[in-house]
């Protein structure tokens, strides 16, 4: 599937806000978020980080139990190929092949959560391991929808 998954695009699409990019380039470079409040009431925190090198777009998303972020609960992180670049008025527009989404839940109780949320919350997997990372590519981890990985 092409497509620009919800991660990247989240701090991407302020980042290059200024450039000035041909049509062939990439912004080359390692970009992260601030701790951004999310969840009800922004009781929650949230910092995002994009590594683009040369074709390759690598993303982490990392939610924490408050909004300070100091307690780590859940890890995605995400890679994909850019296979077509094109540079508008103060934009950069990109396509890209997706692949895996790997979530690892960092705590036991959200652990439990997932586990007993699996329809919701839990991506539809009953099973998960604190500490261990599963691919959620195709799957819906509420409320977020990944797409399925590409075929090459």
Request: charged share 15%.
């Amino acid at each position: 599937m092409n497509t620009l998954t919800v991660l990247p695009a989240i701090l991407i699409s302020g980042v290059f806000a200024n450039a000035a990019l041909a049509a062939s380039e990439l912004p080359e470079g390692r970009y992260r978020s601030d701790c951004l409040p999310i969840g009800k009431d922004g009781r929650h925190g949230f910092i995002a980080e994009v590594t683009i090198t040369g074709r390759t777009l690598s993303a982490t998303a990392q939610n924490f139990a408050h909004n300070n972020c100091d307690i780590p609960t859940v890890q995605v992180s995400y890679q994909g190929t850019i296979t077509d670049v094109s540079a508008g008025e103060g934009r950069v527009d990109f396509v890209q092949k997706t692949g895996p989404f790997d979530y690892t839940l960092l705590s036991d109780d959200v652990t439990a959560y997932y586990n007993k949320n699996s329809t919701t919350a839990g991506c539809g997997i009953d099973d998960w391991q604190t500490g261990g990372s599963r691919n959620v590519a195709g799957r819906t981890c509420a409320p977020f929808p990944f797409p399925k990985m590409a075929r090459c």
